[in-house]
């Protein structure tokens, strides 16, 4: 498979879970880590080849990997990154058939990954470790922070490595709208007196934005916490249908057509055809702005109801082939040097999952004099407005219901 799609297959999704939940006691056992030292998994890594699995669809992000990761990984242990470009149900469905084909090594050795992919591979057991107690750099990440800590109400388990820590945030253009809806209610006075002006994409970030809906329909946030509740996603998902059924013709194209990703969500604003657009890294506003692609009056916030924030994580694949070099990569990934550059509003902007108590002095000097964003509130501030991802099956019931109620 030379191109996996970005957006997630519902029906796909699906049939997947229902095999996963009916054979997941008969699949086989979870790989355990072979005890090395980290010298040892250094010169086992060199001269290998890493075939990394990620999401293609931002040009900084890219940049950023073949410009800064790879050379360095080559200069430093002689591995050669090669990217291609997928990620979710069909990265699933890819390594499901590779493990139950008996396929070994696999195509991949690093994936990105969080969330309900990270559950759905759990679920098949087609991850290799527990491996993050054997990176040197894991000592700076914060796993005790529950936004990095815990995925999607889910515990790491040492299965997955925390890589970056976003926030969901909308994106404006102060040239057209002086003062922007700042709760659901407020959101949906404003499409209905200026319609055509809003949609949402059907893919990771517009079902992100539901799941900030279902928090603020909700009687209490932490009902949305802890393990799937199918009476709470019934009675918050119906005030969730009933407030976008209202507001469907009024929306993009009278809520026909839907963007499939953030890329068309990001296109039609920079077009003038839509007022808002929206993200799930909270310095891609100004990012874009740097890059000449959004107006420089454009500028980012959260809903006063919050919105959710989360980390995306690396996982090794059961059967890859360079599971060493796969760690080497990550262990790279998550030190100061690379977690600093990605931090830049100029290069990716992506926050950092480290804890700066922890890191050394030159290296936290470091970070507290990097470049803050401009057109964006600061992280800190985001934070008091932070909402917890709920679980998986959240994200996988919205997906399907989101086709049956506002598609078909």
Not at 289 to 295: A, E, H, Y
Request: proline share 7%; glycine share 6%; hydrophobic share 40%.
């Amino acid at each position: 498979m030379n191109r996996l799609t970005r957006h997630y297959h519902n029906t796909v999704v699906f049939s997947l879970l229902a095999v996963l939940l009916a054979g997941c006691d008969s699949a086989p056992p979870e790989s355990t880590e072979q005890v090395l030292s980290w010298p040892q998994i250094e010169q086992r890594a060199h001269g290998q080849t890493v075939h990394m699995v990620m999401w293609r669809g931002n040009a900084a992000i890219n940049r950023y990997m073949e410009n800064f990761v790879a050379p360095d990984l080559k200069q430093r242990h002689d591995i050669d990154l090669k990217i291609a470009g997928g990620q979710g149900s069909d990265l699933v469905a890819l390594l499901m058939a590779e493990l139950e084909t008996g396929v070994s090594p696999g195509q991949f050795d690093l994936v990105w990954i969080n969330g309900e992919t990270f559950y759905q591979l759990r679920k098949i057991k087609a991850l290799y470790g527990p491996f993050t107690d054997s990176l040197p750099n894991a000592a700076y990440v914060d796993f005790a922070n529950p936004f990095i800590g815990i995925d999607f109400q889910q515990t790491l388990d040492g299965y997955e490595m925390p890589w970056g820590s976003v926030q969901m945030i909308l994106i404006y253009d102060t040239a057209r709208i002086a003062q922007p809806p700042r709760t659901p209610a407020q959101l949906a006075d404003w499409i209905k007196n200026h319609p055509g002006r809003f949609t949402l994409d059907t893919g990771f970030t517009g079902m992100t934005m539901l799941k900030n809906l279902l928090y603020a329909f909700s009687d209490n946030p932490d009902e949305l916490h802890g393990a799937f509740d199918e009476n709470v996603y019934q009675r918050l998902s119906g005030r969730l249908w009933q407030y976008l059924h209202e507001l469907k013709p009024y929306l993009w194209r009278q809520g026909q057509n839907f963007p499939v990703g953030t890329a068309e969500l990001h296109q039609l604003f920079i077009n003038g055809e839509i007022d808002f657009t929206l993200s799930m890294n909270d310095s891609e506003v100004d990012n874009k702005i740097l890059q000449g692609v959004f107006p420089k009056t454009a500028r980012a916030y959260a809903l006063d109801t919050g919105t959710i924030r989360n980390s995306h994580y690396l996982g090794i694949p059961r059967n890859s082939a360079h599971p060493e070099a796969a760690k080497v990569v990550i262990d790279f990934l998550v030190s100061p040097a690379a977690q600093l550059e990605k931090m830049q509003p100029a290069v990716w902007g992506d926050g950092t999952v480290l804890a700066s108590e922890r890191l050394p002095p030159p290296w936290l000097n470091r970070f507290l004099a990097s470049s803050e964003r401009l057109h964006a509130p600061s992280r800190q501030a985001l934070e008091k407005m932070a909402l917890m991802e709920p679980a998986p099956d959240y994200m996988l019931r919205l997906f399907e219901d989101f086709r049956r109620e506002m598609l078909d």
